[in-house]
């Protein structure tokens, strides 16, 4: 067996190890928070905040916050680097050592206070760290080269959101669009191997309890294709909207302390919660009822809602709280998604698809044109609903959002946007 083989071997082997490792990581670091949210809240696990006093829902997060600052003033600089934005940086460093162990557990430790406490975060951006550098481990230990580290980080990258969502294909392109890694067909079959362990593992173990249940829908009639091209067009400026948002709070406040800066992100979305509560934590319960079309969740409050969770997202990501951000864009894009749908239902002169029909599609078009990954956000689509007839409308929606933000002012994503503004941090 020549060399190159033999290297191709072994990486493909690595790369299902690294599978394992990313999304056992993955799913014991979600066990984390819903034993925390389980042992906090009132209802335990997932959605409880709303049933908090609001005193309480003003005090969690910026006690959380304090707590979180405290420790984090406490540690080098170096090791408090964590998200998404680490993974880029280290991706795109040449000759960069491995992703350093501690700050896996730094992300470890600090998401799991930050999203049990409330912060309005969730928790992909963090896994997806958590999985690449657990994989990136497992390369330091068997003296891998840094092409070799840059692979196994890419690999436990993909396990990690194709066992969050269950989208081992949305993984895949999640590493080309979001972590910008050269696709070549020798170096990405490690990849596609640790996705696909990463969703299976996710599915041998959740079994039936994926983090978001997405129902078959689809378009009552051709004629609403403008109302997408509409829904798109706002959710470009929406995404407009949070990207600034995050990168003046991240510019104007990147000297200050962890104490202060976690302290005010727990401020803001503490005085937000006391209106909308359901913005607090990751909020996927809320995000399931939108998308599951329930009642109880009216046009005045869905909007409250987009606005509120933007507003303390973007504040929690650009004060450098250690949570994710992928997430808060489904939600704020699912939110958006069905107030359209709500008004077209009320001012459309024909019948047209479901409220939750938009807010499914809002959700890719905000999570495509906030990444700037539109086909990493089609896939994940596809793979949620299982429904082919979804892509058309989705495709006009995503494309349109992505169009408008860069024909507006060519935002970058909120990743490199983040990566320029600090050099590195939350993601």
């Known amino acids: 067996m020549t060399s190159a083989r033999a290297m191709w071997l072994r990486l493909t082997l690595l790369g299902v190890v690294s599978g394992v490792m990313a999304s056992l990581v993955v799913l014991a670091f ?6 925390g949210q389980f042992l906090l809240l009132p209802q335990g696990a997932r959605g409880g905040y709303p049933d908090l006093d609001p005193w ?16 984090f003033d ?51 951006g963090p896994a997806v ?8 481990q497992l390369g330091r230990r068997l003296r891998v080269s840094a092409e ?4 196994l980080a890419a690999s436990g990258a993909a396990a990690a959101i194709a066992a969050a969502f269950n989208t081992p294909l949305a993984g895949v392109v999640f590493v080309v669009e979001v972590l910008r890694v050269r696709y070549e067909v020798s170096r990405f079959l490690p990849i596609i191997v640790a996705s696909v362990v990463g969703a299976v593992i996710s599915r ?45 709070v991240a510019v104007r406040t990147r000297t200050w302390s962890n104490r202060l800066s ?26 399931d009822r939108l998308l599951a079309g329930k009642e109880g969740l009216g046009l005045g409050l869905v909007l ?15 004060l450098r709280v250690p949570g994710g951000l992928i997430g808060p864009t489904l939600f704020i894009g699912g939110a958006a998604g069905s107030a359209f749908g709500m008004l077209f239902d009320m001012l459309g002169p024909m019948d047209t698809a479901s409220p939750a029909f938009y807010a499914t599609v809002g959700m890719a078009a905000m999570m495509g044109a906030s990444l700037r990954a539109p086909l990493a956000a089609l896939i994940a689509l596809l793979e949620l609903t299982g429904n082919p007839n979804v892509i058309l409308p989705g495709m006009l929606a995503v494309a349109t959002a992505d169009i408008t933000n860069q024909l507006a002012i060519g935002r970058a994503s909120v990743f490199e946007i983040l990566l320029r503004s600090r050099g590195s941090g939350t993601g």
């Open 148 to 151: 070799e580290d840059h692979i």
């Open 262 to 287: 976690f302290t005010l992100a727990g401020l803001v979305t503490g005085i937000l919660a006391l209106w909308t509560p359901e913005i607090m934590g990751s909020s996927y319960a809320t995000l």
């Open 74 to 124: 406490r540690l080098r600089a170096k090791h408090r680097e964590v998200g998404v934005v680490h993974v880029l940086h280290h991706l795109h460093t040449p000759g960069k050592a491995c992703l350093p162990a501690t700050n896996l557990f730094t992300q470890l430790g600090g998401a799991v206070t930050a999203i049990v406490t409330g912060h309005a975060v969730d928790t992909e």
């Open 129 to 136: 760290h958590i999985g690449a550098a657990s994989a990136s």
């Open 204 to 248: 041998l173990l959740l079994q039936a309890d994926p983090i978001l249940s997405v129902p078959p829908l689809d378009l009552n009639n051709h004629w609403e294709l403008p109302n997408l091209i509409l829904l798109g067009l706002t959710i470009g400026v929406l995404a407009i909207g949070f990207i600034s948002w995050c990168e003046a």
């Open 30 to 35: 979600r066990a984390a928070i819903a034993l």
């Open 304 to 318: 409250a809602l987009t606005l509120t969770k933007l507003v303390a997202t973007g504040t929690a990501v650009g």
């Open 56 to 71: 309480l829902r003003l005090l969690l997060p910026v006690a959380g916050g304090l707590l979180l600052g405290l420790i």
